[in-house]
């Protein structure tokens, strides 16, 4: 089990968090050369070269998001408020599927819940395995809940601004916003108001700070092939080989599984809207690719 991973890189440099504290240390010239760039969430190999610290080896990610760039997230919290700003289902289905892409465990959460009731999105999410968490500060439903999730896993939180991202951070992890700002400062060398992506350590688990995922436009960026994309709506996954024609794309096909269960309502409309729409993404993205 490695225990060193990537806390912050900035300008060259990586901050590497041991069990003896954090160190400051650069990456052996070797990777650039073989292509790899080190990130946030990296977990690394240190060796020690004429009295410092030098990252020797990244070890395998088991996924990596590029803008912003991090690596080996366990959950994905995708935040939505019930109202002001009005979910999209089709952003948060765009979400959840590249997180089941990424094979990171999307969580939604539901804030805003004392102002409008989540009715609509409740019974979307109840017909797919998709775990949602409701939000309500005045009872405080659901707080321990996203708790719980962080515990042991690696996460970051996206969401649109003004959904209520920091207002739930500072209920879940209340030092959390707190000790951004110092340890910036004090790992920044002047230039925190350049946000890279920083690891927190909170709840049993840790936290990335990821100031891109503010604009879902860099995570709806990675691009899901369209032959994925069924294994990207796990509610799917009992009907995927039931279909009549081996490759079935569930958008018409006679003797469609997916568009039974639809029909029998096994399946939410929303979600299969979703698809759809994803689906003839992927299809134009990869004929313009082959052109
Ligand atoms: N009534 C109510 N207001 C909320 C809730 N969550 C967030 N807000 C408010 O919504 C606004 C945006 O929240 P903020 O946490 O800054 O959103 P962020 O942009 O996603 O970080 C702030 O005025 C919050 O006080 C909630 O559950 N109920
Ligand atoms: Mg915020
Ligand atoms: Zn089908």
Sequence with gaps: ????????????????????????????????????????????????????FVID????RKNLLVRPPVANLDTLFIVASTTQP????LV???????AEEKEIQPVLVFTKGDL?????LRRIYEQTPIPFIEIDYQTGAGVE????????????????SGVGKSTLLNAVAPDFSQRTGQISQKLGRGRHTTREVEVFEACGG??????????LDTLKACHIPKENLQFDFPEFGPYWDKCRFTGCSHCGEAGCAVRE??????????????????????KQFKEWENR
């Excluded at 440099?13 to 504290?21: A, D, I, K, L, N």
């Excluded at 840790?206 to 604009?215: C, N, Q, V, Y």
């Excluded at 269960?261 to 992927?282: H, M, W």
Aim: charged share 25%; with cysteine; proline share 4%.
């Design 206 to 215: 840790r936290i990335a700070d990821t100031p891109g995922f503010a604009s």
């Design 261 to 282: 269960a639809l029909e029998e309502g096994k399946i939410s409309q929303s979600r299969y809207n979703s698809y759809r729409t994803l689906y003839e993404e992927a």
């Design 1 to 52: 089990m490695e225990e060193n991973y990537i806390v912050k890189g900035i300008g060259g440099f990586y901050y590497v968090r041991t069990p003896e504290g954090v160190v400051e240390c650069k990456a052996r010239g070797i990777f650039r050369k073989k292509g790899i760039t080190p990130v946030a969430g990296d977990w690394v190999r240190l060796a020690e070269e004429k009295g410092s």
């Design 145 to 160: 809940q996203v708790r719980q999730r962080i515990q042991g896993h690696f996460c970051a939180f996206c969401g649109n």
């Design 57 to 60: 080896e990244v070890l395998p």
């Design 86 to 89: 009005v979910p999209s289902a």
């Design 92 to 98: 948060l289905d765009t979400l959840t599927a590249i």
């Design 116 to 120: 409008a009731d989540g009715e609509k």
